[in-house]
């Protein structure tokens, strides 16, 4: 579908993969990799345990009726999230998270998981910030790896965009997905895998993200009626509705899946549809295909077609690769651009008389004959197109090219390829920092349809005034010049409406500012808001052209000085906050709420040294009160949350303060106190080692009608000193009517989707007379302790059996290490192990489902040792074991029998 371009800047264990290396280098998809112990079909890469959740009834449904066989890489075990069930946290529960994971998608018949061992930090928004923890490369290695070993024919993830409220951890994962579909094809990515690991290259058939931009209706017809917003988007969709052979529906088996996610308080997932009318499907969108695809085809298994299953009657014969490629994606009008069809037929098959023809919209013209000799073998060949586009085509717009490609007596097959046609001049508002990154990535990285996902979108305070950029980029052959116009709707206005540029060269870029002030600061803020459009009328010597943003009111506020006589008790004193009162009750997530369910007031004022913020939450039900030592993850319980960003500019949390409050604990003999932590910020952990200094009082109603917060935030605590002209400020209410440690709703100041790791949605406030102390800006603590799959049996089990080591690193050779004489002995079984290097040994006793007892031991090259492998309440049927090498982290599993 795509102009196949891989250019990595960041990965400097990768050359350039151009259309040449990556087309034509490696084994075509039914053909080539490396002999295995697991040969997949389909592979979801994911970020955490339960991503895939929504993809169960596919996967189940595939496995089930076609005999497709799935896979799941996850490249985080979650530890990061919170755990409604226990107190368990960090490694220790990813562990328990990877045991959910694989009990959730085997009822889907997918066995096969792995988990690349790095570390689930906390929620953010940020796609850049993932990639620098999970350290790109490495990650990257890991996913081509095994892509390399299980040899799938379609890989599928999530949205790689920064849209509202999309996990950044999700965007990277899929961003790796897309990443590894090219460097696993091309033997100049890792290449260290080839010659030392005897890998070899591997050209997967389809890439796909779950999901659909558009419209559709429930019900069986679910498939034909889905109305993308993009026309050019090709969305597959799988109707949840069908019956298994149990007799349940997919949509059923998958509530069930959903259900094992105890942890993440999913145990109570709503039941599924029973009106075959409701029942929805899950829709996927295709990004990339190297073989021939019928979007017209509705089928469960249209994308399986030509891959994982033979294509139908007519078709060309299964493993044919039939693709497009682009010299350019963005095309203006009057100038003409190259089209090369890419074919190749499946291993040791030939296509006898192939010929390419290409369809392009009315008006459009094609030179080239689309001739490719008398055959072709399973060696690529190409044929190459001239279109023109015409001077009077419309701009701003994705059209499709088509090729069909036809042989004699064996078949045909279609695929395309988008272009976006732009204006000789293109002015489009300026991104934010995180879709900056994404569109240089998706230009960059061979996916520049992705860039339609973004709508651009800015934020503007509350009666305040911001420079808005207009970027300008001039896509034709010669210097232009011309005007840009912004258009506001009504309760804004804009300095000078319309700007003028000059002396733009081919090719060059640009840009116009304008200011831009609400002017009716009554209008609705936050989400209450939406986005108020606006307009960018751009013209140059061809004429003009328009495109669209919005932009995006956050309240604002001004911060006073406290009253005399402040102090944290619980109650606004007389003139201790003499500053407007900020309203909460805002939802932004979850079910919608009456005052009396759920509402919230607060007031805000500082010191010399502190802010001080008061909160009144009504709330008609106590969700449950966690113990002392579970006073984290306010988002499970009641509880407020108190952000502040000391610059106001900050791209991701990192650089923010984050404090969630809980107004009581489960702690009967202190009187119940509330208690505080930070989370997903610049420094995380109990507030007394996080925040010293900060207090909290906690006033609870009783009969239970609400509670009061009131607290006291050093400045010293903040990352960075405050900008009094400028800082960023949100207070977020989550509500709990359970005792399951789950918020049913999410409430706030400014609320927006995601709000909580955006911080340029959050609120604005002003400290007037406020001067802060000099200092340097803290820099970021992060997480660094992942779940380890040699501390995982599970993780072990399924390595010994097919091959893929421990966390996805290189495997070592099957002598490296070795494990025999397993016996049963008093208090466990005794084992000789042996390895050829030095190393460390895990070793777990066995009963088939978990561990019984485990041994860690270090071993130096050449000398054997006896160990023995504890045995607590059961009887072991195996010993498992995984040997790490120190001096390359490269690993290998086995498992034996225990014998008497």
């Given amino acids: 579908m795509l102009a196949r371009r891989l250019l990595l800047p960041t990965i400097t264990a990768l050359a350039l993969i151009t ?108 796609a850049p910030l993932s990639a620098q923890i999970w350290e790109h490369d490495g990650t990257l290695a890991q996913i081509v790896r095994v892509i390399r070993q299980t040899r799938p024919e379609i890989i599928m993830t999530m949205n790689p965009s920064p849209t509202e409220g999309n996990h950044g951890n999700h965007q990277q994962a ?116 190297r073989v021939p695809y019928d979007p017209a085809d509705a089928s469960p298994e249209s994308i399986l077609r030509g891959s994982v299953l033979p294509t ?51 008006g459009w013209q094609v030179e080239g004959n689309g001739s490719l000799g ?23 717009a994705q059209q499709l090219l088509s090729a069909t490609l036809t042989t004699r007596g064996q078949g045909r097959g279609t695929t ?32 520049p349809q992705l860039d339609t996902l973004i709508a651009p979108v800015l934020t503007i305070g509350s009666g305040q005034s911001r420079d808005v950029r207009i970027d300008l980029r001039n896509f034709s052959t010669t210097a232009q010049q011309g005007t840009v116009t912004l258009d506001v709707p009504a309760g804004f206005a804009v300095e000078e409406k319309t700007r003028s540029y000059a002396d733009l060269a081919a090719g060059a870029t640009g840009a116009v500012t304008f200011r831009v002030t609400n002017t009716d600061a009554a209008l609705p803020t936050a989400n209450e808001g939406g986005n108020y459009p606006v307009t960018i009328t751009t013209t140059s010597a061809a004429g003009s052209t328009i495109e669209t943003g919005a932009l995006q009111i956050v309240p604002t506020t001004v911060v006073p000085r406290a009253g005399d006589g402040h102090h944290v008790d619980g109650v606004a004193g007389e003139g201790e906050y003499s500053g407007p009162e900020l309203n909460l009750s805002r939802i932004w997530e979850g079910t919608a709420t009456t005052p009396q369910d759920a509402s919230a007031t607060g007031k805000i004022a500082f010191t010399d040294d502190a802010l001080k913020v008061i909160v009144h939450v009504t709330d008609d039900v106590l969700g449950r009160k966690v113990v002392p030592q579970d006073c984290k993850r306010q988002r499970r319980t009641d509880s407020v949350e108190i952000i502040v960003d000391p610059k106001g500019d900050s791209a991701n949390t990192s650089t ?111 400290l007037p007379g406020y001067t802060p102390a000099q200092r340097e800006a803290s820099t970021p603590v992060f997480p660094d302790t992942a779940a380890r799959s040699v501390h995982s049996p599970q993780t072990i089990a399924q390595s010994a059996v097919d091959g893929v080591a421990p966390a996805a ?51 130096r090259a050449g000398k054997s040792r006896q160990v023995l492998v504890p045995v607590t309440g059961g009887q072991a049927s195996s010993v498992l074991a995984a040997f790490e090498a120190s001096a390359d982290g490269a690993a290998v599993s086995h498992q034996v029998s225990v014998h008497r």
């Fill in 19 to 126: 259309p040449a290396t990556a087309a034509s280098a490696a084994p075509g998809p039914q053909s080539g990799g490396s002999p295995g112990a697991v040969d997949l079909d389909v592979l979801f890469v994911s970020a955490h345990p339960d991503d895939e959740a929504g993809s169960l009834a596919t996967l189940g449904q595939w496995k089930e009726d076609f005999g497709a066989k799935a896979g799941v890489i996850t490249i985080t075990r979650g530890e990061g999230g919170g755990n409604a069930v226990g107190l368990e946290e960090g490694p220790p529960l990813g562990i328990i998270r990877e045991r959910e994971e694989r009990t959730a998608i085997g009822k889907a018949g997918v066995e096969h998981l792995y988990n690349l061992d790095r570390v689930d930090f906390w929620y953010t928004a940020s």
């Fill in 174 to 289: 899929a961003r790796f997905a897309a990443e590894a579909f090219y460097a696993a094809a091309d033997p100049n990515a890792f290449p260290e895998q080839i010659r030392k690991e005897k890998l070899q290259p591997f050209r997967a058939a389809k890439f796909l993200r779950s999901g659909g931009t558009g419209t559709s209706a429930t019900g069986p017809a679910c498939a034909t009626s889905f109305t993308p917003t993009i026309p050019t988007d090709q969305v597959f969709g799988v109707w949840e509705g069908t019956s298994s052979s149990s007799g349940r529906t997919w949509a059923e088996i998958e509530v069930d899946a959903r259900r094992e996610y105890v942890t993440q308080g999913w145990a109570n997932t709503a039941a599924a549809p029973t009106d075959p009318a409701k029942m929805r499907c899950d829709f996927y969108t295709l990004i990339d295909s």
């Fill in 312 to 362: 139908v009657s007519g078709a060309l014969p299964q493993g044919t690769e039939l693709f497009l490629t682009t010299d350019r994606f963005d095309v203006s009008p009057g100038t003409s651009f190259q089209v090369t069809a890419h074919v190749r037929a499946a291993a040791g098959k030939r296509l006898t008389n192939p010929k390419v023809a290409l369809r392009v919209p009315a």
């Fill in 374 to 396: 008398n055959s072709v073998r399973d060696r690529e060949q190409r044929t190459t197109f001239t279109v023109t586009v015409p001077k009077d085509a419309a701009t701003n």
């Fill in 416 to 447: 395309d390829e988008p272009v976006r046609v732009v204006a000789d001049v293109r002015g489009t508002l300026e991104a934010l920092p995180e879709v900056g990154v994404f569109r240089d990535w998706v230009s960059q990285s061979g996916y």
């Fill in 656 to 766: 923010v303060f984050k404090a969630g409050i809980f107004p009581i604990t489960d702690d009967p003999a202190n009187g119940n106190p509330p208690c505080f932590q930070r989370d997903a910020d610049n420094r995380q952990g109990p507030g007394a080692e996080t925040a010293p200094g900060m207090t909290v009082v906690s006033k609870v109603s009783e009969p239970y009608t609400g509670y009061t917060i009131e607290t006291s935030i050093p400045f010293a605590v903040l990352p960075d000193a405050v900008d009094p002209a400028r800082m960023g400020l949100n207070i977020l209410i989550y509500d709990s009517d359970t005792q399951d440690l789950s918020s049913q709703s999410r409430l706030g100041w400014s609320t927006f989707q995601g709000v909580r790791a955006d911080p340029y949605r959050y609120g604005l406030a002003t």
């Fill in 809 to 859: 690193v290189p495997r070592l050779p099957g002598n490296a290490f070795t494990i025999s004489k397993a016996q049963r002995v008093t208090g466990g079984v005794l084992v000789t192990v042996r390895a050829n290097r030095t190393g460390t040994a895990y070793l777990y006793t066995w009963n088939g489902d978990v561990a019984l007892g485990d041994q860690t031991v270090e071993l």
